[in-house]
């Protein structure tokens, strides 16, 4: 009972704190007490661990460009939290009615992919040099979904890391946690960011601004309505980031039936 409470209060905080709209805390309670109701304090523990990071990059290195490239802004809403933590949600109930190892790794991974995305996309930024294109590796302007840099790219595996390592610190006793498996699992989470990559060059939606000629994820920029550039109407950016943990996850479980 302690940590349901936990999780509504944690919740109301990043709401009074502005990280998340009403919507959005709401939506956090909801994959809070599910991932308590399957991991208890660990579990929550790594929740907590990729929220904490992601949400401190996203005001440390917040930028206005970026803010008028992206359709919302920093503050999570409820979208975007089932999007991140929506896949773990459901993996931990999948686990308390089916306890295995495999889906302890798969819930593990979901959240590294999700975390290794949000560093990608938070510290990949900061680059001095202009990202490339990951399908033409031509010079696009940054914040270009499908762009990667190296900076990007490390951030990436730091972001896995970060979530893999805190299975060493945090209690998951029904696995026997060996080197290789962390290793996988940081591996799992690093395809999962490929997959937003790829998607995003790909079938990700974009428009384009006829005022300042910017592409955007925006329907109106520039106080106009904007013009449909590439990919499918109904493949956002939250769209993209589910896949990113799901994949994460399967990737997670592949390698975990090979070493398990």
């Not at 209060?9 to 599910?34: D, E, F």
């Not at 893999?164 to 029904?174: D, E, K, M, N």
């Amino acid at each position: 009972m302690l940590l349901y409470l936990g999780v509504i209060g944690i919740a109301l905080t990043a709401y009074r704190l502005k990280k998340l709209t009403k919507l959005g805390a709401c939506a956090s309670i909801v994959v809070g007490i599910a991932i308590c109701y399957g991991f208890g304090l660990s579990g929550l523990l790594l929740l907590a661990a990729f929220f904490i990071s992601s949400s401190a990059l996203s005001s440390i290195f917040s930028s206005k460009d970026m803010d008028q490239m992206t359709l919302k802004g920093n503050q999570r809403d409820e979208v975007q939290v089932l999007a991140n933590g929506g896949v773990a949600a459901a993996i931990a109930v999948l686990y308390a009615i089916d306890p295995s190892d495999i889906y302890q790794v798969m819930f593990i991974a979901s959240l590294a992919a999700a975390n290794s995305d949000t560093w990608a996309s938070e510290i990949g930024k900061l680059s001095k040099s202009l990202p490339f294109h990951v399908l033409s590796f031509k010079r696009v302007s940054t914040g270009t979904s499908g762009a990667v840099t190296l900076l990007g790219t490390l951030a990436a595996f730091a972001g896995s890391t970060l979530i893999a390592s805190g299975t060493v610190l945090f209690s998951w006793s029904s696995i026997e946690w060996q080197f290789p498996l962390i290793c996988a699992i940081i591996v799992a989470g690093f395809v999962g960011n490929l997959t937003d990559t790829v998607l995003g060059a790909t079938i990700q939606v974009s428009y384009k601004c006829d005022i300042c000629d910017q592409t955007t994820e925006k329907l109106i920029h520039c106080g106009q309505n904007t013009v449909h550039k590439d990919g499918l109407t109904w493949v956002t950016n939250d769209t993209v980031n589910a896949l990113c943990t799901v994949m994460g996850a399967i990737t997670g479980a592949g390698f975990a039936y090979m070493i398990l």
